[in-house]
């Protein structure tokens, strides 16, 4: 089984910078595709970010500000945020979508954290 723990949200002003984690707790940690989900309060779950083997891909919206990473001795996933705008403002899931062998298809995500950003 799966578990996954986000934690880095929070408060922070236009323009300023967060960095959200997400521990990855089971198995196999590098046959997951691991990405970042958010949702706005009335708007639907979107892919911010996600990382897989050695490829990763970004929402447009946030291309040149955000960006993704994995260490695998941690078992954890990053998402630098910079230059936020108020439109950032949303819960953030952590995503793993298992990509190979046994179970292959199974997602799992995390409880969420709050970003927002305002003045």
């Known amino acids: 089984q799966v578990q996954l723990v986000e934690s880095g949200g929070g408060l922070v002003q236009p323009g300023g910078s967060l960095r959200l984690s997400c521990v990855f707790s089971?198995?196999?940690?590098?046959?997951?595709?691991m990405g970042w989900y958010r949702q706005a309060p009335g708007k639907q779950r979107e892919l911010v970010a996600a990382?897989?083997?050695?490829?990763?891909n970004f929402a447009d919206s946030v291309k040149g500000r955000f960006t993704i990473s994995r260490d695998a001795g941690k078992n954890t996933v990053y998402l630098q945020m910079n230059s936020l705008k108020p439109e950032d403002t949303a819960v953030y899931y952590c995503?793993?979508?298992?990509?190979?062998?046994?179970?292959?298809?199974?997602?799992?995500w995390g409880q969420g954290t709050q970003v927002t950003v305002s003045s």
């Open positions: 995503n793993a979508l298992k990509t190979t062998g046994t179970g292959a298809g199974r997602e799992y």
């Open positions: 089971g198995r196999s940690f590098s046959f997951y595709a």
């Open positions: 990382a897989s083997g050695s490829s990763t």
